[in-house]
């Protein structure tokens, strides 16, 4: 659904990723993972539409698109929940879920029940202010709120950073449920280990703005990836 090939990407004379390949396909996670600083944020803000990229091609649908900005890709129906959450302290939860309605036809312009039923807290606490709420109900809210979007293609930064471990559960579960309703693809950035490894389907290992391990579940090992990563944040 989602899929870029040979992707560059500069932040003025800074070469912050180095033609890397990534899908994302219904039905399915892709983890991407690495330590802080390897590309993993400005990846998302690249595919998300936030940021130009330098070279490389993108295609959505089969579609090869051009320059194209982050209200575009929300229209064609890529949400994004971006690390630290960036929800609007000052509006209630309604409000701030109501957000989302901005890339939506005026008759889809609600907030469907699933919603509710997947974050209760969401409907308990609708008329609270977004600042009021925990970190992870403020995650929760974040999720719903790129949810409210209908998206085909959902991109999470880091969902679990510092949730406490039953909202890290519930958010596994919710992730899990869409994945297996099979029509969404979902790009997950993470760095807690068992999560994504639990998770995902596809993965995707940045080192300095580079792949060095990629493939489908299936063909790697866990013992392999952990290494990795591990091996990585200990020469760090």
Same mark, same amino acid.
């Given at each position: 659904?989602?899929?870029?090939?040979?992707?560059?990407?500069?932040?003025?004379?800074?070469?912050?990723?180095?033609?890397?390949?990534?899908?994302?396909?219904?039905?399915?996670?892709?983890?991407?993972?690495?330590?802080?600083?390897?590309? #993993?944020?400005?990846?998302?803000?690249?595919?998300?539409?936030?940021?130009?990229?330098?070279?490389?091609?993108?295609?959505?649908?089969?579609?090869?698109?051009?320059?194209?900005?982050?209200? @575009?890709?929300?229209?064609?129906?890529?949400?994004?929940?971006?690390?630290?959450?960036?929800?609007?302290?000052?509006?209630?939860?309604?409000?701030?879920?109501?957000?989302?309605?901005?890339?939506?036809?005026?008759?889809?312009?609600?907030?469907?029940?699933?919603?509710?039923?997947?974050?209760?807290?969401?409907?308990?606490?609708?008329?609270?202010?977004?600042?009021?709420?925990?970190?992870? @109900?403020?995650?929760? &809210?974040?999720?719903?709120?790129? &949810?409210?979007?209908?998206?085909?293609?959902?991109?999470?930064?880091?969902?679990?950073?510092?949730? @406490?471990?039953?909202?890290?559960?519930?958010?596994?579960?919710?992730?899990?449920?869409?994945?297996?309703?099979?029509?969404?693809?979902?790009?997950?950035?993470?760095?807690?280990?068992?999560?994504?490894?639990?998770?995902?389907?596809?993965?995707?290992?940045?080192?300095?703005?580079?792949?060095?391990? @990629?493939?489908? #579940?299936?063909?790697?090992?866990?013992?392999?990836?952990?290494?990795? &990563?591990?091996?990585?944040?200990?020469?760090?």
């Amino acid at each position: 659904m989602l899929e870029a090939n040979d992707l560059t990407l500069h932040y003025g004379g800074s070469q912050i990723l180095h033609g890397i390949d990534i899908a994302a396909r219904p039905g399915r996670v892709t983890c991407v993972m690495g330590n802080n600083g390897v590309g #993993k944020t400005s990846l998302m803000n690249l595919l998300a539409g936030r940021h130009p990229r330098s070279g490389g091609r993108i295609a959505f649908d089969g579609r090869e698109l051009g320059r194209v900005s982050a209200q @575009q890709m929300a229209r064609m129906g890529v949400g994004y929940v971006p690390q630290g959450r960036a929800i609007f302290p000052m509006l209630t939860v309604r409000e701030n879920m109501e957000t989302g309605f901005a890339c939506l036809p005026r008759a889809e312009r609600r907030i469907p029940d699933e919603i509710f039923d997947s974050f209760p807290v969401l409907a308990e606490m609708a008329h609270r202010r977004g600042g009021d709420l925990s970190g992870g @109900q403020q995650q929760q &809210l974040a999720i719903a709120r790129a &949810l409210i979007t209908r998206p085909r293609v959902l991109l999470l930064d880091e969902p679990t950073e510092g949730i @406490q471990p039953n909202i890290i559960a519930q958010i596994g579960r919710v992730i899990a449920a869409l994945r297996d309703r099979g029509d969404m693809a979902i790009l997950l950035v993470e760095q807690f280990f068992d999560f994504a490894w639990d998770l995902g389907d596809d993965f995707l290992v940045l080192e300095r703005g580079r792949a060095v391990m @990629q493939g489908p #579940k299936a063909d790697l090992r866990r013992e392999d990836l952990h290494a990795r &990563l591990a091996g990585h944040a200990d020469a760090a």
